[in-house]
């Protein structure tokens, strides 16, 4: 049987699926500790996240249905 949660104390609607992301989050922090690549230095992220965007935009500018 499930455990209801409050919504006050937790965002997840019962314990098993509290815990299931649980599991989820602490692999996915695991797997990225274990990484072997070298770390992306946050200003080359960003640049390089604002060129998407950039062209994203200027792709949609021309659309008038984008508006």
Same mark, same amino acid.
Request: glycine residues 2%; without cysteine.
């Given at each position: 049987? #499930? @455990?209801?949660?409050? *919504?006050?104390? #937790?965002? $997840?609607?019962?314990?098993?699926? +509290?815990?299931?992301? !649980?599991?989820? $989050?602490?692999?996915?922090?695991? +797997?990225?500790? &274990? !990484?072997?690549? *070298?770390?992306?230095? /946050?200003?080359?992220?960003?640049?390089?996240?604002?060129?998407?965007? !950039?062209?994203?935009? #200027? @792709? /949609? &500018? #021309? !659309?008038?249905?984008?508006?």
């Amino acid at each position: 049987m #499930s @455990t209801i949660l409050s *919504p006050i104390e #937790s965002e $997840f609607a019962t314990a098993e699926e +509290a815990e299931a992301y !649980d599991r989820w $989050f602490r692999a996915k922090v695991e +797997a990225s500790l &274990a !990484d072997q690549r *070298p770390p992306s230095p /946050h200003d080359e992220v960003m640049a390089k996240l604002r060129g998407i965007i !950039d062209a994203k935009r #200027s @792709t /949609h &500018a #021309s !659309d008038p249905l984008a508006r």
